[in-house]
Every structure is written in structure tokens, then in C-alpha cells.
């Protein structure tokens, strides 16, 4: 079955050092692979996906997210964490046409 | 206009009522997807509307009942819900395809007493 692992529950990360939120995948063929977050009380935001081409996908608000292939990995990124990207972060999997599976969270929090 | 939105933002509502949660977007997307997110837990897929017909129920009880009267809205009409059922409500829209993200509304809140 495919699915997406988050090894962490919480990551904490001083303001203005590097970020990374850790996300494995499991899948049969090309993943194409998500990550979204949510604040409280809120709905999800998309940040970046991958589909093919360039291992380091690009997103919103400045974070960027690395594909392994032989790691079978595809960790989220930021150069320089703010106190606002505190928040909950969810990496998803398209397992069918229209399914997509999430994992299980990474909450991020960064202090002042 | 980029957004989904959701009405109501919070319901309450006892186990014998019927009530129903309203989704709209306006970008054109003929894919739209109803989830449910218990607190601290990942969203789970319900139910996926293609072209305005159904094309994914995820073995959700009949008490949830999903309608698409047009493409830009979509439905979830409640009935007879138990306690267990109180969740973040949410509604989310794609362009048809495998490779396109889904765009999330802030969702409902919903308690069942």
C-alpha cells in the first residue's frame, strides 16, 4: 500500500537556524508526493509538491523540500525558520487518481 | 478568487437532528473531496466528487450523505450522528488529475451531543 511516514511528532527549532521536517514514502512506481500545513483551527495550505523533474522542489513561503529516491525520502525545508511557521505540518501521498493519504504530523515549533 | 469556503464555521447538534455542512469554490475545479480530521490526527478521505457525480465513497456510514447540486458546491447532509462523529468537517477542490494539489476551505467545526 503506499503511504508517507513522519518520524517525528514534534521538531523545535530556534528562530532564524535551518528547519527540516523529516517524511519517508512507501510506494509502487513514481510518488508523487505533498506537503501541506495547517494552523490551528484551520484548513490545510499546500507548500510544495513533486511530480518529476528537479529533486529540490520549490514552495510558498519559502520552503523547499529535497526528493530521494535511493532514501526514499522527501524532507521539507527552510534556510531560516520563523516564530510564525510554527504550525502542523502534514506530508501526503496521491495514492490513487483522486486519494490522497497523509501522514501522521510533525508538529513544528520555533521559539524566539 | 482562490479560495474554498465553508459554512458553518462551528455546529452543534444532538443526535437526532439534521443539519448540513456547505462547501463552495469558485476556480473552476471539477474535483472536489469531502474530509474528516479528529483533533491531533491526519485528515481521512470520506468522499470524492468527479464532474459533480460521486467516484470515491470511503465506507463512510449512511448517516453522512454527500450531494453535488452543482460544480462549484457540495454538500454533506447529517443525520442521526453520534457522539464519535465530532470532528473538523473539511472541503477541499482540484482540477481533475493526478498531479494537481487540493485546495483545503477552513472547515467546519462539529460537535455532537
Known amino acids: 500500500a503506499q503511504s508517507v511516514a513522519q518520524p517525528e511528532d514534534q521538531v523545535n527549532v530556534a528562530e532564524g537556524n535551518p528547519l527540516t521536517v523529516k517524511c519517508t514514502y512507501s510506494?509502487?512506481?513514481?510518488?508523487?508526493l505533498f506537503w501541506y500545513v495547517q494552523y490551528p483551527n484551520r484548513g490545510l495550505q499546500f507548500l510544495l509538491k513533486y511530480i518529476t523533474g528537479d529533486n529540490l522542489v520549490k514552495g510558498s513561503y519559502g520552503f523547499e523540500a529535497e526528493f530521494n529516491k535511493s532514501q526514499t525520502s522527501f524532507h521539507l525545508k527552510k534556510p531560516s525558520a520563523l516564530v510564525s511557521d510554527s504550525a502542523l505540518y502534514f506530508c501526503?501521498?496521491?495514492?490513487?487518481?483522486?486519494?490522497?493519504?497523509f501522514g501522521t504530523g510533525t508538529r513544528l515549533l520555533v521559539s524566539p | 478568487d482562490t479560495e474554498v469556503t465553508q459554512t458553518p464555521k462551528h455546529l452543534v447538534m444532538g443526535m437526532t437532528n439534521k443539519k448540513s455542512l456547505k462547501c463552495e469554490q469558485h476556480m473552476g475545479h471539477r474535483a472536489m473531496y469531502w474530509y474528516k480530521q479528529k483533533a491531533k490526527k491526519p485528515p481521512e478521505l470520506m468522499f470524492v466528487?468527479?464532474?459533480?457525480?460521486?467516484?470515491i465513497n470511503e465506507s463512510v456510514p449512511s448517516r453522512f450523505s454527500p450531494e453535488c447540486p452543482n460544480s462549484s458546491l457540495l454538500n454533506l447532509h447529517l443525520h442521526a450522528l453520534q457522539p464519535e462523529d465530532s470532528a473538523l468537517y473539511l472541503c477541499a477542490s482540484s482540477q481533475d488529475g493526478a498531479y494537481n494539489e487540493q485546495f483545503f476551505g477552513p472547515g467546519t467545526r462539529l460537535t455532537v451531543l
Open positions: 510506494v509502487s512506481g513514481n510518488p508523487y
Open positions: 501526503a501521498v496521491r495514492t490513487g487518481f483522486q486519494k490522497l493519504v
Open positions: 466528487y468527479s464532474y459533480e457525480k460521486l467516484s
